[in-house]
Nanobody, 122 residues
Framework: QVHLQESGGGLVQAGGSLRLSCAAS????????MGWFRQAPGKEREFVAQVSWPGYTTYYADSVKGRFTISRDNAKNTVYLQMNSLKPEDTAVYFC???????????????WGQGTQVTVSS
C-alpha cells in the first residue's frame, strides 16, 4: 500500500508559477512510476506528466510541455510538479498517482492522492 498526499496548490494569476509536491509513504517509493493528473469541473481526469524510477525518464502532455517539469527525490519520497507560465485553462484539481509501469492512462494507476486545487485567474 502507498499513501500519497499532495500540497502546494492555490490561486495564482495567469503567467505565474506554482510547485506542487506529493509526499509518499508506505511501500518502496523509488520503485514506482509517479504521475500527475488533473481534473477540471465537468471534465475527465487527464494525464499531465509522469516520471520513471529512479527518475531518468519523463513524459508530458502536449498541453503542458515546455511549461511544467516533473521531478522526484527518492531520498525524500517526494515527487514535484513545477508549473510555470500558468494559464486559466490549467485550473483543475491536481492528483498525484503511483503505478508499476509507465502509462498516461489514469485507470492503470494503482494509488492516488486526494488532490490539490490549482486556480489560475486571468
Amino acid at each position: 500500500q502507498v499513501h500519497l498526499q499532495e500540497s502546494g496548490g492555490g490561486l495564482v494569476q495567469a503567467g505565474g508559477s506554482l510547485r506542487l509536491s506529493c509526499a509518499a509513504s508506505g511501500r518502496t517509493f523509488s520503485t514506482y512510476v509517479m504521475g500527475w493528473f488533473r481534473q477540471a469541473p465537468g471534465k475527465e481526469r487527464e494525464f499531465v506528466a509522469q516520471v520513471s524510477w529512479p527518475g531518468y525518464t519523463t513524459y508530458y502532455a502536449d498541453s503542458v510541455k515546455g511549461r511544467f517539469t516533473i521531478s522526484r527525490d527518492n531520498a525524500k519520497n517526494t515527487v514535484y510538479l513545477q508549473m510555470n507560465s500558468l494559464k486559466p485553462e490549467d485550473t483543475a484539481v491536481y492528483f498525484c498517482a503511483a503505478n508499476s509501469h509507465l502509462s498516461n492512462l489514469a485507470r492503470e494507476y494503482d494509488y492516488w492522492g486526494q488532490g490539490t486545487q490549482v486556480t489560475v485567474s486571468s
